[in-house]
């Protein structure tokens, strides 16, 4: 399974952007469908933003639609997560996770890193 490492979370104000990176071991990385979640205290992990299987599309959360991008270079063996105009009911921990089969509980996830969100 690919091995995962998130970075760039943070500490911003309400309105600003922060962008996350997970970089992923092993030469198998473009064959994974790749996400992130979020969990924030008390309540439970949510999708965020993903790829497909096939890799031609990418599918939002309605609440972080148009405020958050998802990308990847598969040369980096890296996955990325713009997030702009940052509000404070995104303060979580986000996770990146990949996955090759259905779900994504069945991937390989992250250790999280912390976003937070100041008002």
């Known amino acids: 399974q690919v091995q995962l490492v998130e970075s760039g979370g943070g500490l911003v104000q309400a309105g600003g952007s922060l962008n996350l990176s997970c970089a992923a071991s092993g030469r198998t990385f473009s064959s994974y469908a790749m996400g992130w979640f979020r969990q924030a205290p008390g309540k439970e992990r949510e999708f965020v933003a993903g790829f497909t299987l096939r890799g031609d599309s990418t599918t939002y959360a309605d609440s972080v639609k148009g405020r958050f991008t998802i990308s990847r270079d598969n040369a980096k063996n890296t996955v990325y997560l713009r997030m702009v105009s940052l509000k404070p009911e995104d303060t979580a921990v986000y996770y990146c996770?990949?996955?090759?089969?259905?779900?994504?509980?069945?991937?390989?996830w992250g250790q999280g890193t912390q976003v937070t969100v100041s008002s």
């Open positions: 996770v990949g996955r090759r089969g259905i779900t994504w509980s069945g991937g390989s």
